[in-house]
């Protein structure tokens, strides 16, 4: 399996707190991904990088950071947390493109 | 716009009844097709890339086929430990930092019974 931790796994919030999310990868992939997984809809991109201090958005980018200071960690941060939020949340990663990406755990986020 | 359609969104087989998933796309510049399969509570696991038509790849019940606008999982005399969510993504190519953007299927519910 490839070395990639998410945490929490689990989190309860309120309404208008931040929230950050950690991704941990131990394989030394260039590229990661947040996507959001909403039940009827696919995985949807958030943002994601393709190196340090390297990130752009993706299709649902909006109320959403992230930021990546080493390889190894990717953080993806609600500002002011809402219940359009409440997801479950991959994190992913691939050594180089058209390349199969490895995923997660998940982290199941409820905003009330 | 670009899209990933896939069919059944749930299916239902006994033990041994073989079946196929469908996974259908209209995306420009198609870089590359994956399957990946997701168990609940778990994060997508991958299974196929597929790259041009014609192209097929198999793993033990599991044939993924590509043609030039939608692939078939095809499932073999299925057991009930295939039970589980198959996604389809398509890649597509253009950007930034040399992105290739993935956008998936909501996927297919597959419930093997004994």
């Known amino acids: 399996d490839a070395g990639i931790t998410q945490s929490p796994r689990h989190k309860v919030t309120e309404t208008g707190t931040p929230v950050t999310l950690r991704c941990h990868q131990t394989e030394n992939h260039r590229y990661m991904y947040w996507y959001r997984q909403d039940p009827g809809h696919g995985l949807r991109l958030i943002h994601y990088?393709?190196?340090?201090?390297?990130?752009d958005k993706g299709e649902v980018s909006d109320g959403y950071s992230v930021s990546r200071s080493k390889t190894e960690d990717f953080l993806l941060t609600l500002e002011s947390a809402t219940s359009s939020q409440t997801s479950v949340y991959f994190c992913?990663?691939?050594?180089?493109?058209?390349?199969?990406?490895?995923f997660g755990q998940g982290t199941r986020l409820t905003v009330v | 716009e670009d899209q990933v359609t896939q069919s059944p969104e749930a299916l239902r087989l006994q033990e041994g009844e073989s079946s196929s998933l469908n996974c259908s796309y209209t995306v420009s510049g198609l870089r590359g097709l994956f399957w990946y399969r997701q168990d609940p509570g778990k994060g997508p696991e991958f299974l196929f890339t597929?790259?041009?038509a014609g192209e097929e790849k198999e793993k033990e019940r599991l044939k993924a086929t590509l043609t030039k606008k939608e692939s078939f999982l095809h499932i073999t005399a299925p057991k009930p430990e295939d039970s589980a969510t198959y996604l389809c993504?398509?890649?597509?190519?253009?950007?930034?930092?040399?992105?290739?953007?993935?956008?998936f299927g909501a996927g297919t519910r597959l419930a093997v019974h004994p």
């Open positions: 993504a398509v890649q597509e190519g253009g950007g930034p930092g040399g992105y290739n953007k993935l956008i």
């Open positions: 990088s393709y190196g340090v201090k390297d990130t």
């Open positions: 992913a990663i691939s050594d180089a493109q058209g390349a199969k990406a490895f």
């Open positions: 597929l790259y041009s």
